[in-house]
């Protein structure tokens, strides 16, 4: 059902749309480039989109329809999932009796209507569209969560006294501010918050003021998306809630504050992590959601596989050394070192932790949470550690040149430290140590493994099979090695001898009602760097990043690229999300 070049260029020329000389112009400009000639039309402002969609509807006999100022009734919005119309650009707009009318901006994405069709139980009426019309009307779904648990919260929100700028700040101020804490209406809007938040399984949930509101976002699956908007009147209660909860200062508006808090009822039990930051519009507070009692990982559940998984096993049973976890904030690292101590946790060692902050309680293991204010700091808690006789060391993170000689001197006298650092690959975690003033020598003597992760979204339920084109396995080929793919998908039994990269079978998410958009929970993608003889001599030379990823794929290493592609073609994940990671 697209429309091909030859079609839209006798179309354009007929609709008296763009000049014969301007659209000679275009298709030259488009060979040159790796660009289309509706992208070209439409940067150098020969045609609108609207223009433009509307044409290639009038060729393909879908009708076109603008929905820029159109508000459309709750309950026809909701027919769609929000991660479907955000993930597929499509929205439902009109209910007329059985009969359900879609825009969209791909008229061929036919594995998605038919997925409204089953979910909806109507007859499917798609019309073309415009990005803007789409972009216009998923901001409607902002009201997604008024729609579920409006009536509660529209009521309520009328209910909370109104704070100019300022005027929380004097002693009556807060005495004010004290009792709409503690009043019912803001009660139970953070009640509902926190209890919807908690039923879409969001790890965060952000609470931002604007000039003349509040929105509400949540993270979910490591995507943050809208959840609400509140009005502004609702943002200093809510505020003042919050930090009652988490036992923060009220009369403190100009720094930030950190806490915590615990949510409890008789279907789950969650630890809440609070953090208060001073905005231009008022104080932005972002709540981490720990769910507690949650059952232990295994290494294999993480997604460690293959060789990865025998160097990781093999470096938990060395009793001295240090192995270190590496990645962007969010990417699982703390679960990757909950779960290596879980498998060392015995009677026979004895494990202590600095960490900041306690993610998650552990039996037989001794855990301290770092206190800046009063001088405990990784590096001071971690002195004291090594007075308590341990086996096992575990930090939170080297962030200093203090804490990453401690933890050095701490492997070469004895002892097992896990720890991790914020590096986008296992190879570059090598020159932070030294740039944080580490001597090299130290380094090769003590390190034992690096691991590199990132988290991608997990496949769920049915999924869209597809294979690679030959500009796809060539787009592919920047970011790995084909041939080492290939051999891993040999290994895995994924692939027959002979067969390339084109011959594999991968997936894309298919829309279901457990899964909206197609994705549930998360996996790990991971590299697992052995400091070998060869790595070691790099170290102590103080060679680049580049030069030590390189030695150690040479000596088999699998890249994150590489096991996330891996974990494409087992149907875990997508090429997409694998190199959406990657790349942010």
Do not use: W
């Not at 279907?267 to 992590?273: H, I, L, Q, T």
């Not at 920047?478 to 080492?484: L, M, S």
């Not at 895995?492 to 899964?515: C, G, H, M, N």
């Amino acid at each position: 059902m697209r429309v091909d070049e030859a079609q839209l260029k006798a179309f354009l020329l007929d609709a008296g749309l763009v000049k014969e000389k301007d659209l000679k112009a275009a298709l030259s400009k488009a060979k040159k480039s790796d660009k289309g000639l509706k992208e070209i039309l439409l940067a150098d402002g020969l045609v609108s989109e609207e223009e433009l969609t509307k044409l290639e509807g009038y060729i393909l006999g879908i009708p076109f329809v603008n929905l820029e100022k159109e508000k459309i009734d709750p309950a026809v919005l909701k027919i769609i999932p929000e991660p479907v119309a955000k993930a597929h650009n499509i929205v439902a707009f009109r209910k007329r009796g059985q009969e359900l009318e879609v825009a969209m901006l791909d008229p061929d994405d036919l594995a998605t209507i038919d997925f409204i069709k089953k979910k909806a139980n109507l007859k499917i009426l798609p019309r073309l569209t415009t990005q803007e019309s789409i972009r216009y009307v998923l901001q409607q779904y902002s009201k997604t969560l008024q729609a579920e648990f409006g009536d509660i919260i529209q009521k309520e929100v009328t209910g909370i006294k109104s704070f100019q700028e300022g005027e929380g700040e004097s002693d009556k101020g807060q005495e004010e501010l004290q009792k709409v804490a503690q009043e019912l209406p803001v009660i139970r809007i953070v009640d509902t918050l926190l209890k919807h938040a908690i039923l879409q399984r969001a790890s965060d949930i952000h609470i931002e003021p604007t000039e003349k509101e509040v929105v509400v976002r949540y993270r979910i699956d490591g995507i943050l998306r809208d959840a609400m908007v509140l009005p502004k009147q609702a943002s200093a209660g809510i505020v003042a809630r919050i930090k009652v909860l988490a036992s923060l200062k009220l009369d403190e508006h100009r720094l930030p504050q950190d806490g915590r808090f615990k949510i409890e009822t008789d279907e789950y039990k969650y630890s809440a992590r609070v953090s208060a930051l001073p905005v231009f519009d008022g104080e932005k507070v972002v709540m981490r959601l720990l769910a507690e009692g949650s059952q232990a990982f295994s290494l294999e559940e993480l997604g460690f596989r293959g060789e990865a998984l025998e160097h990781v096993q093999q470096n938990l049973k060395r009793p001295v050394g240090m192995i270190l976890v590496t990645g962007p904030t969010g990417s699982g690292k703390t679960t990757t070192l909950y779960t290596m101590m879980e498998l060392l946790n015995t009677p026979e060692v004895n494990i202590s932790t600095v960490e900041d902050p306690i993610e998650y309680r552990m039996p037989r293991v001794n855990q301290t949470q770092i206190n800046p204010k009063v001088g405990l700091t990784f590096a001071s808690g971690l002195r004291s550690l090594l007075r308590q006789d341990p086996d096992i060391l575990m930090v939170g993170e080297i962030r200093d040149q203090e804490t990453a000689n401690l933890a050095i001197n701490a492997a070469l006298t004895g002892h097992l430290v896990l720890s991790t650092l914020h590096t986008n690959s296992a190879a570059g975690s090598i020159p932070r140590l030294l740039d944080m003033g580490a001597e090299p020598f130290l380094i090769s003597s003590t390190l034992n493994a690096v691991i590199a992760q990132r988290l991608v979204r997990r496949l769920s339920g049915e999924k869209e099979k597809y294979k690679l084109s030959a500009k796809d396995v060539q787009d592919l080929a920047e970011y790995c090695n084909e041939k080492k793919v290939i051999d891993l998908l040999l290994k895995e039994k994924i692939i027959k001898p002979k067969e390339t990269l084109q011959d594999v079978v991968f997936f894309k998410p298919r829309p279901s009602s457990e899964a909206p958009d197609g994705y549930q929970g998360r996996i790990g993608i991971y590299e697992v760097l052995p400091v070998t003889e060869s790595i070691k001599e790099l170290i102590v030379s103080r060679a680049t990043s580049d030069k030590i990823q390189g030695q150690a794929e040479q000596e088999g290493m699998v890249t994150m690229v590489e096991d996330g592609i891996v974990k494409a073609a087992q149907g875990l994940t997508t090429i997409e999300e694998v190199l959406r990671v990657i790349t942010e």
